[in-house]
């Protein structure tokens, strides 16, 4: 089973910016990495007027799109409960870890961005094993000052992987 660590934090805080960077670092250091992130609302994955958006258009409940390079799956939830993450780490296939980005309720281990001011802070996020905060230091969790990306992939290394 895939290792696992989660990108967490309230809005407006830099999820995605700390997801990319350890995403980054870690394949740089030749690990395999998958990501998921949630999304609170309606997105779609291809372009209006696309043959696969077409396809969808038209009533496909599944299309898949491949080719040399990548492929990618598109299923039309049909307002059918939202998969869980358990049921969405099950979807991958040989990476050494997984990067969770949002899913704060969720009970995996997670890193916390706090943004400036300490904002959200009074808010209780589960599993919580590192922060990523310029202000924050009285605490028992690891805090990592947020231009700290190569000690916090190496915390990730040694506490996850």
Known sequence: MSKIIGITGWKS????????????????????????KHAHHDFD???????????????SNQVIISSSKRWAKIIENNNKKEKNLEELIKEFEDVDIIV????????HPKIEIIGEGLQNTNNVINN????V??????????????????????????KIL
């Open 45 to 59: 994955i291809d372009q209006h007027g696309t043959d696969s958006f077409k396809h969808r258009e038209a009533g």
């Open 13 to 36: 805080v830099g999820k995605t910016h700390y997801a990319s960077l350890i995403i980054k670092l870690l394949v740089k250091k030749g690990y395999k990495v998958g990501s998921i």
């Open 128 to 131: 919580v094993v590192a922060i």
């Open 100 to 107: 969770v980005e949002g899913f704060k309720k969720e009970n």
């Open 133 to 158: 905060s310029d202000e924050l230091n009285n605490t028992s969790i690891p805090v990592f000052k947020k231009n700290d990306n190569k000690g916090l992939v190496e915390f990730i290394i040694k």
